[in-house]
């Protein structure tokens, strides 16, 4: 009933139809997190073209960039951020677009990467970037020159993106031929195609070092992309397990991945 629905609306109405659709389809949930702060946690309004974006800062030292996913929020992070700040580095966390204490309503992947690419240029330079869920696709679809030698922390990383976001259209039944209007409208606004997204493809192709930590169980990114993604023998993988998708965030296996990757390379 609602493919057949949103079919008949494209075709009588199609402006009004793809506002709907893009208010219904890229409208995230704002969940109510009361997390308490961390002890010197900064708060920080950031300006861009894709609204006011809000930073939360925590240590002092070299800077770790990081990045939540759909629906999720920086207040995620703040027992990593504890750690990292703890390592002697500066932990800096923001909200996408519509996410958290940022402006916006509508959220999609190329705003998220234009806003993520705007930032990196605001903050100088960083020494790396963690991501979890949605973060990673985020991260891996950017073009900013500085990612190609960082290192990567992806945490429960959606390394299948494209497909994953169809397969999630296709099984609410909503008509794919009017999400497909949605997309190209978009495409054509931040001349981002969906077909150049590829974050296994980019994972692979990269210099940096990265590390995954995942969990087998993980309901809403396939552990078996980081399997594949393992399988060119740089990118490294930890799997863990009753850990899910968001509890992993603050697990000792994640803490135990950030201090493998700020230590010195060995020397043969």
Do not use: C, N
Request: glycine share 8%.
């Amino acid at each position: 009933m609602l493919g057949l629905g949103t079919r008949l609306h494209h075709a009588l109405a199609p402006a009004h139809a793809k506002r709907t659709a893009s208010k219904l389809l890229l409208t995230p949930q704002r969940p109510d997190r009361d997390t308490p702060a961390p002890a010197g946690l900064v708060q920080q309004a950031v300006h861009t073209r894709e609204g006011t974006l809000m930073s939360y800062r925590l240590g002092k030292g070299p800077v770790w960039l990081l990045m939540h996913g759909w629906s999720g929020s920086a207040s995620q992070f703040y027992p990593l951020m504890s750690h990292i700040a703890a390592q002697g580095f500066t932990a800096l966390a923001y909200d996408h677009p519509a996410h958290g204490q940022s402006e916006g309503h509508t959220g999609h992947l190329p705003r998220f990467v234009r806003a993520f690419d705007e930032l990196l240029e605001r903050v100088g330079p960083i020494e790396g970037v963690i991501t979890h869920s949605m973060g990673g696709a985020v991260t891996l679809a950017s073009q900013h020159p500085a990612l190609d030698r960082l290192p990567l922390l992806l945490i429960s990383p959606v390394l299948d993106y494209v497909p994953q976001l169809y397969g999630m259209v296709a099984r609410s039944g909503y008509s794919i031929r009017l999400f497909d209007a949605v997309v190209k409208e978009i495409e054509q606004e931040y001349q981002h195609p969906l077909s150049t997204v590829d974050p296994l493809g980019r994972l692979v192709s990269r210099t940096g070092q990265a590390l995954i930590v995942h969990d087998e169980e993980d309901r809403f990114a396939p552990h078996q992309d980081s399997l594949r993604a393992a399988q060119d023998g740089r990118t490294r993988l930890v799997s863990t397990r009753g850990l899910g998708h968001g509890r992993i965030l603050a697990s000792p296996p994640v803490f135990a991945a950030f201090d493998q990757l700020i230590q010195p390379p060995v020397q043969a």
